[in-house]
């Protein structure tokens, strides 16, 4: 595991972006794995200024999301279809017909998400898996008591998640509470992960998630048996890490030997 600690959330989301950036260099048909909300957006942004400029190509690319609420079409103004095309997909060069987000409307949901981890399959599986962390240690939508080993599925949200997530709507009736997500086995399937975290309240979050024993109350501390995951925290998301010495110090290390060590 790789804890990058920066002062400022631009800085983070920079760092995020050069990673995402050297292993599209890597591999021109990257599977990625990506997350909606705002902690992405200055990511998404950078990517984008990165496409601009001739820097990396999409082309190539294919994506999955995480999740979707059930009950909102695609071209819902609050759906994570349209969030991903408003804030990604339109302003670079990738394909639309490689950029997978699971189908809020689906009817059979059970036939759908079995669809969805297939097509994962079928793609090879997610090379770089993008994620959040919601207040309460989430991942994707996989609220506390989600089985470690879960896989795509429809799920109940939390009180919590529907608080957070009402900033979005007019008024919180209106936050579905349902959604298709992907499960926290999903995740760990892929093959390299990086989670973005800002703020203080996600604080007590992402110490639990790094530090705190592996437990479905906090489905970001399965990250813990992943072999291949690099934490991006500005200062305050960092403020409750116990170790951050130590991961100065790999960092460091890393830097003089010319190599990420996990």
Not at 44 to 62: A, D, G, P, Q, T
Not at 91 to 104: A, L, R
Request: hydrophobic share 35%; net charge neutral; with cysteine.
């Amino acid at each position: 595991m790789r804890v990058i600690i920066r002062k400022t959330y631009e800085e983070i989301s920079k760092e995020a972006a050069n990673l995402v950036k050297s292993r599209i260099e890597k591999k021109p048909d990257l599977v990625l794995g990506l997350a909606t909300g705002s902690t992405p957006l200055g990511l998404y942004k950078e990517l984008i200024r990165m496409n601009k400029e001739n820097l990396i190509s999409f082309k190539r690319v294919k994506t999955f999301n995480l999740d979707e609420y059930y009950g909102l079409s695609g071209d819902h103004p609050q759906s994570y279809r349209y969030f991903m095309n408003t804030n990604l997909f339109d302003h670079i060069d990738i394909d639309k017909s490689n950029t997978m987000v699971p189908d809020g409307t689906a009817e059979d949901w059970e036939e759908f998400c079995r669809y969805y981890e297939n097509q994962i399959k079928k793609a090879g599986g997610i090379d770089l898996q993008v994620l959040g962390i919601g207040s309460d240690g989430h991942i994707a939508f996989n609220e506390p008591g989600s089985s470690l080993s879960s896989r795509t599925r429809l799920v109940a949200l939390d009180a919590q998640t529907i608080e957070d997530n009402s900033r979005f709507f007019q008024d919180k009736s209106q936050v579905p509470r349902f959604a298709l997500s992907m499960g926290v086995g999903t995740i760990l399937e892929a093959k390299e992960i990086i989670l973005v975290a800002n703020g203080k309240n996600k604080a007590y979050a992402i110490a639990q998630a790094i530090e705190g024993p592996v437990t479905s109350l906090i489905s970001a501390s399965a990250l813990q048996m992943h072999q291949r995951v690099t934490f991006f925290l500005d200062e305050q998301a960092a403020s409750e890490l116990k170790r951050v010495n130590y991961y100065k110090f790999v960092e460091e290390a890393e830097k003089k030997i010319g190599k990420e060590i996990f």
